[in-house]
């Protein structure tokens, strides 16, 4: 299993942006689609965005849409999520995870399919 760890969270005011990262262990992180979920205080954990293995691939939250971006580099093993135009609904623990991918343009997006997951970020949207 890979190992997975988050950073980048912070305390942002709404309309602002904040990337935060992913880092991966071991030297097969090109085989392994990525996912970033959130959780807010009293919700349910959530999807937010996914990306295919080979990064050609992605596919997010309607409520994300063109503010978001999903982006991998494979030769740092790292998967960044940027987020733009953030919003106070956006306050989560964010968390990313990881799934080894069965095609290079395969992502995923359901919580059950990930095998893999980092301890979260924080992330704080205050309005």
């Known amino acids: 299993q890979v190992q997975l760890v988050e950073s980048g969270g912070g305390l942002v005011q709404a309309g602002g942006s904040l990337r935060i990262s992913c880092a991966a262990s071991g030297r097969t992180f090109s085989s392994y689609a990525m996912g970033w979920f959130r959780q807010a205080p009293g919700k349910e954990r959530e999807f937010v965005a996914a990306i295919s293995r080979s990064g050609g691939s992605t596919y997010y939250k309607d409520s994300v849409k063109g503010r978001f971006t999903i982006s991998r580099d494979n030769a740092k093993n790292t998967v960044y999520l940027q987020m733009n135009s953030l919003k106070p609904e956006d306050t989560a623990v964010y968390y990313c995870?990881?799934?080894?991918?069965?095609?290079?343009?395969?992502?995923?997006?359901?919580?059950?399919?990930?095998?893999?997951w980092g301890q979260g970020t924080q992330v704080t949207v205050s309005s």
């Open positions: 995870a990881a799934v080894l991918g069965l095609y290079s343009g395969t992502y995923y997006s359901r919580e059950h399919e990930y095998k893999s």
